[in-house]
């Protein structure tokens, strides 16, 4: 799996939805670009979208789910890597030489080679099937870590939804124990700690602050990413990312997008 920096360096420092760079906005400029009610002054009274909006957007952007790979059989995408180009030039070499061997039964040195290139097309295949497998058991793993209902402030009100209604704009209330459930910003918190480690690599868990700790995103401290799990206290956060645009969105479409294009032994061939 590509790591949380790995990710950001593939795609230019971004993520799916371009550069990070919301934990360095102040709360003012964040009701202004994601067009939500912030309190600036007490945002615990903030009221977020409203309904209409909220339903307008996910309309508009769709469902807040990663997007599970092409329901394809093992057995068909097994096979499919042996129709590779690389793989059928080794293989047309291959059965060259069992002909020539076959016209000739001399020429034992051209049997020996057609064993050898069948024998790397398997081993090469199947190294690239098992890294391409890597991405759904990749996809399963986060989904568990997504929780399945969230608490949003919508008109004023709290109310608790499916996280797959979650849209960019929201303003979700955490608390102990609760997963986060897209990418957010934090615009208040109480002694709030969140376990990232999943994600961002970091051993032990963040504190949250609400004013950016650093101009890295994943240093910023004022950006909990979507699977964390939070530790301690609680806090209001807006949603930024949502699906595949969050960031463990992006690693897991780095890591399949990897194991398909090489693997090991193709690279070596």
Known sequence: LLGAEDALERTGGKGAAGAFSEHLFSLETLAERFRTDINIADPERSGGLSIFDANDRLKKFGYN??????????????????????????????????????????????????????????????????????????????????????????????????????????????????????????????????????????????????IAADPNALEAKNLIFNGALVVEGSCLALVIRTGDATLIGTMVSLTTDVGKSSSTLKADI
């Open 65 to 210: 789910l990663l997007s599970p790979p092409p329901l394809v059989p093992k057995w068909l995408v097994f096979l499919l890597q042996f129709t590779n180009l690389l793989m059928v030039l080794l293989e047309i070499t291959a059965l060259a030489c069992i002909i020539i061997w076959a016209i000739d039964r001399t020429q034992m040195a051209d049997l020996y080679i057609a064993i050898l290139l069948f024998v790397v097309v398997i081993l090469t295949c199947t190294e690239t099937f098992l890294q391409e497998s890597k991405g759904d058991a990749i996809l399963k793993k986060f989904q568990a870590m997504i929780p399945e209902n969230a608490s949003v402030i919508r008109g004023g009100t709290m109310m608790p939804i499916s996280t797959a209604e979650i849209v960019r704009g929201d303003i979700v209330r955490l608390k102990l124990g609760d997963k986060v459930p897209a990418d957010c910003r934090v615009i208040f918190q109480q002694a709030m700690k969140v376990d990232q480690s999943m994600i961002t690599g970091e051993s032990k868990p963040v504190t949250v602050r609400t």
